[in-house]
């Protein structure tokens, strides 16, 4: 019954910036995290930016400083604002979520993916 729904995802020149958004939405309890990851053809996906209940943030070394997580609780929402992109960030990125889900309990759920493509 969860859903996750994300948007900003598209098609930049190295050096510009994209804003990702993923909106969760369904009986949503507890938002114990969120956060996104990317997956690249032939590669593993991998973790770039999380954001705890409490706001504590993690970033993967490749993103740091570049990238920013935030969050809007009360909204169900994550937003990654990238900046400083070059071709290595192009990767279909995807909004996860760990959600507790009245009725049902914890539980880690994930969006269809973005496209995101970072020209040179």
């Known amino acids: 019954q969860v859903q996750l729904v994300e948007s900003g995802g598209g098609l930049v020149q190295a050096g510009g910036s994209l804003r990702l958004s993923c909106v969760a939405s369904g009986s949503i309890v507890i938002i114990n995290a969120m956060g996104w990851y990317r997956q690249a053809p032939g590669k593993q996906r991998e973790l770039v930016a999380a954001i705890t209940n409490g706001g504590s943030t993690t970033y993967t070394d490749s993103t740091k400083g570049r990238f920013t997580i935030s969050r809007d609780n009360a909204k169900n929402t994550v937003s990654l604002q990238m900046n400083s992109l070059n071709p290595e960030d192009t990767a279909v990125y995807y909004c996860?979520?760990?959600?507790?889900?009245?009725?049902?309990?914890?539980?880690?759920?994930w969006g269809q993916g973005t496209q995101v493509t970072v020209s040179s």
């Open positions: 996860n979520a760990v959600l507790h889900v009245r009725g049902y309990g914890l539980a880690e759920y």
